[in-house]
């Protein structure tokens, strides 16, 4: 059970951060901000970072956090939230136990400013990237590939829904149409879109970078936001909220397969009706790690052509393996995928927490690298090299 802080000021609940596993006594994970936050949301959150790391192989334990506030607030105000709650959680963050990293309603910049707020020590290199839904959005791209082609089948006329279109809904929704999907319906907090015959994704990822959510309020084929999750799709990829679905409207979706960009969009209770149905549902923590190993390569200074095509090619071989072994054996793909990621985090906590002389080399180069002493390319070339042995 993920360890819950509750973080306060006087009394006012601020939010909470949830700390599932930790690796030399740290955790990392994103921090987020919504108005209507849970702790069942928090550690369930918490737990699915421990996965992420743990199926990649990344030495980190899996955290998550957030700030109770309205994430489409002013900068000013989104500052004041961070801030509060930063000095309210200052010993977690000071001592690095929790590590954040932006997350819904959050950017990089934005968490960079909360630690230095602190007074805190921060890494010229730390907090600068800023593509983690593209990252996620390449995962999620390379699930769907990986899910049809096992039955032999290509994204060319596939038709899909993406609930959430915004820091990674909207890019995979340009990822898809590039590979020849269909994009039949998007939403936002505010409604959805629907068009039978496919979706203008360009035309509407330049209207949300001027209107944000409110991209829905106009335009033929209004939906309530809803509605989308029972859309008759080859994938519906929920890209938004936990448990999205749940018991009260499982029954009515009707999708083929579900390929997650949201962090635990499913109800336990809806996943398994889905899965007594046939329906493939491809576990949310497999499906949108693209955000940490993309998040990791970048920030080691890889070049975001190359981190995409290292998140799609691994997320792709990862699924596809998974799916294989299921079916072979006959076990639940979220169990198989599940313990296969709690087997690697134990190996990859055990080596980190003993470091063998090559640990040390590395550890020691990660730590000059912070400081700004050994160049990107330098980090770049060994980084890949080394997260690519440890996914081996």
């Not at 679905?245 to 397969?257: K, S």
Request: hydrophobic share 45%; proline share 4%.
């Amino acid at each position: 059970m993920p360890q819950l802080h509750t973080v306060t000021d006087d009394g006012r609940l601020l939010g909470y951060v949830a700390i599932d596993s930790t690796v030399a006594g740290r955790s990392r994970g994103g921090l987020r901000i919504v108005s209507d936050l849970s702790e069942s949301e928090m550690r369930a959150a918490a737990r699915s970072m421990t996965l992420k790391y743990g199926i990649l192989g990344l030495p980190q334990g899996g955290a998550k956090a957030g700030v109770i506030g309205n994430a489409e607030g002013s900068a000013g105000e989104r500052a004041q939230l961070l801030n509060a709650f930063a000095r309210a959680a200052a010993p977690l963050l000071e001592q690095r136990r929790y590590i954040p990293d932006a997350d819904l309603g959050t950017t990089a910049a934005e968490v960079r400013e909360m630690m230095r707020s602190l007074g805190t020590r921060v890494g010229r290199r730390e907090w600068r990237g800023h593509h983690s839904g593209d990252h996620t959005a390449r995962s999620c791209l390379a699930a769907a590939i990986a899910v049809l082609a096992r039955e032999r089948r290509t994204l060319a006329g596939c038709r899909v829904a993406i609930e959430g279109f915004g820091k990674v809904g909207a890019p995979l929704a340009r990822l898809l149409a590039s590979r020849g999907a269909i994009v039949i319906a998007i939403s936002t907090s505010r409604g959805a879109l629907h068009a039978a015959a496919g979706l203008d994704v360009e035309h509407l990822a330049a209207r949300a970078g001027r209107e944000g959510s409110d991209i829905v309020e106009r335009g033929p084929g209004r939906l309530v936001r809803g509605a989308l999750l029972e859309l008759p799709v080859d994938i519906l990829f929920p890209c938004a909220r936990y448990h999205a679905v749940h018991a009260g409207n499982v029954e009515r979706v009707a999708a083929a397969a579900i390929v997650s960009g949201a962090n635990d969009p499913l109800s336990p209770e809806a996943e398994g009706s889905l899965q007594r149905r046939g329906v493939t549902v491809i576990p949310p923590f497999l499906s949108n790690c693209g955000g940490v190993l993309g998040g990791t390569l970048e920030f080691a200074g890889v070049g975001l052509d190359r981190v995409g095509e290292i998140v799609e090619q691994t997320v792709g071989r990862l699924v596809g393996e998974l799916l294989e072994r299921a079916e072979r054996t006959g076990e639940d793909l979220g169990r198989l995928a599940e313990d296969e990621a709690l087997a690697r985090h134990a190996a990859v906590t055990a080596r980190a927490e003993s470091p063998t002389v090559s640990g040390r080399i590395v550890a020691a180069g990660l730590a000059a690298y912070h400081r700004g002493w050994l160049p990107e390319s330098v980090a770049a070339y060994f980084a890949t090299r080394h997260i690519m042995r440890g996914l081996a």
